[in-house]
């Protein structure tokens, strides 16, 4: 598989797939570069997650399991 050559800001990501940034770092913070998912390090210490487009379809896979678990009731 070949390196990615972009990625999308988890706010472009949130606003593309219609949910909350919230909700998405939450998720976020279950995956790994492997998943396609990344941390983004700015000057000063700007910080913000990134997804490739791998990463991108991983969370439309997770995000019906994570809204299914989080309403699930606990035992």
Do not use: W
Not at 7 to 35: K, N, S, V
Not at 37 to 49: A, E, F, K, R
């Amino acid at each position: 598989m070949a390196a990615p050559s972009y990625t999308f800001t988890i706010a472009r990501a949130a606003e593309l797939l219609g949910e909350d940034q919230e909700l998405l770092c939450e998720i976020a913070l279950y995956m790994e570069p492997e998943d396609g998912c990344l941390s983004i390090h700015g000057t000063g210490d700007q910080q913000t997650i990134a997804f490739t487009p791998f990463g991108m379809e991983s969370l439309k896979e997770l995000i019906p399991e994570y809204k299914r678990r989080q309403s699930s009731p606990r035992s």
